[in-house]
């Protein structure tokens, strides 16, 4: 399978007090920190290779997690250093540990899904990513995708449109390509490589049926803990 990076290096300030003196990966969920529901999740689906994008009170991320290899895992750590690079620059930064193409994962984001069957769609495309989306209909966050007929129209964050209906789900599947006319030295926002991407028709387009899960805010960690109480954790899409 794909290595995956995820990306853990934001400053999760809507968080705080509860993000001043730990990185929001390492948050307290149904009893244990949040990275380790994520990391065992992704080893349950059949990933082996992980590269963490830290930042922020990176070091304290690294000293848990470790190697990797008590979650069945491969873990590498690719840090921005003193300065963020954004998003999209923590994924440019980590490039020579990722290869030609691999997962990205929002490191709040916590997908029960099955990720073969993500990058088998991926590979039949035909295409050089993959997005998946959710059809939200401003259900659990603002609509920011167009999808039709199986096909991405659009992707933006910033201009929104009636035509909205859907929402990045929070997997996607990118090529080191894509980061070719990007420069190093600016930070940048993995929003706007997808946008791109997606308005050149590069991207494409998987529609997820479970609903996602997030650590974002107070109430997102509080449905996680009710899914994580009462959940077998299903494979499918």
Not at 149 to 163: H, M, N, P
Request: overall charge negative.
């Amino acid at each position: 399978m794909l290595p995956i990076a995820i990306l853990s290096g934001g400053l999760a300030t809507r968080l705080r007090p509860l993000t001043e003196k730990v990185p929001k990966a390492l948050i307290e969920v149904a009893g244990r920190p949040f990275v380790d529901w994520q990391l065992e999740l992704l080893a349950e689906r059949g990933v082996r290779e992980v590269v963490l994008c830290v930042g922020f009170l990176g070091e304290m991320l690294q000293a848990h997690v470790g190697d990797g290899s008590r979650y069945g895992l491969t873990v590498e750590f690719s840090n921005d250093g003193d300065v963020l690079q954004g998003t999209g620059g923590a994924i440019r930064k980590a490039l020579p540990m990722l290869g030609s193409h691999f997962f990205v994962l929002y490191g709040d984001s916590f997908l029960p899904i099955d990720y073969e069957a993500v990058e088998q769609s991926w590979r039949t495309s035909g295409r050089s990513g993959l997005m998946t989306v959710f059809r939200n209909e401003g259900r659990w966050d603002t609509s920011n995708v167009e999808f039709r007929e199986g096909v991405l129209i659009r992707y933006d964050k910033s201009k929104k449109s009636s035509q909205m209906g859907f929402i990045d789900y929070g997997l996607s599947i990118l090529s080191a390509e894509s980061f070719r006319d990007w420069k190093d030295e600016t930070p940048l926002d993995l929003a706007d490589i997808l946008r791109e991407e997606v308005r050149a028709h590069r991207m494409g387009g998987l529609e997820i049926a479970q609903r996602f899960y997030e650590i974002g805010s107070l109430a997102g960690i509080a449905d996680l803990e009710t899914f994580l109480g009462m959940s077998s954790l299903p494979p499918s899409c």
